[in-house]
């Protein structure tokens, strides 16, 4: 059985409201400093606009990109994202043994897209037996402190 699935022999401390947002600003530096290094330099290279007056305009939608492709592609494939690693974080599902396509891709960004148009409903991690916020209740998924695990010896 993978180790961080939880299960009858872990218990498993979750990760709470003000971890997860600590982890989420840390995050949300990351993908500006992704968009600063790469992302803007290619546009000026491009001669591309950089005015973000409207909500569709090009440099809007790759930033948007970027954001919902880091969240995807870090929680695939590690579980985690840069920030959760940083706080020790650790995204796990609650009936499946692996993070699927399916789970992250609805996880991370409908769920994501929900949460963030209505930020007020992150807060609901507080409130939730296993911490979960809007995103990981619909995607059966709850974050854990990936430390925090006391496993039974295997010969009890």
């Known amino acids: 059985m993978d180790e961080l699935q939880p299960d009858k022999t872990a218990a498993w401390e979750y990760g709470g409201f003000w971890m997860r947002f600590w982890a989420y600003l840390l995050d949300l ?6 968009n600063g290094i790469l992302i803007k330099p290619i546009f000026r290279l491009f001669d591309l606009s950089l005015d973000a007056s409207g909500i569709f305009t090009p440099i809007n939608i790759t930033t948007a990109v970027v954001f919902y ?3 995807i592609l870090m929680t695939k494939f590690f579980g985690q994202t840069l920030g959760k690693m940083v706080f020790g974080l ?3 599902p609650l009936n499946d043994r692996e993070l ?3 789970t992250v891709i609805f996880r991370e960004w409908i769920g994501r897209y929900i949460s963030a148009t209505f930020q007020i409903l992150y807060v609901i991690a507080a409130f939730t037996p296993k911490k979960q916020a809007l995103h990981d209740l619909f995607a ?3 974050v854990i402190h990936e430390r925090s695990n006391t496993m039974k010896p295997a010969y009890e």
Do not use: H, N
């Open 29 to 34: 530096l990351v993908i500006a400093g992704i």
């Open 90 to 92: 650790k995204v796990v």
């Open 69 to 71: 492709v880091y969240f």
């Open 140 to 142: 059966e998924t709850t």
């Open 100 to 102: 699927s396509w399916t």
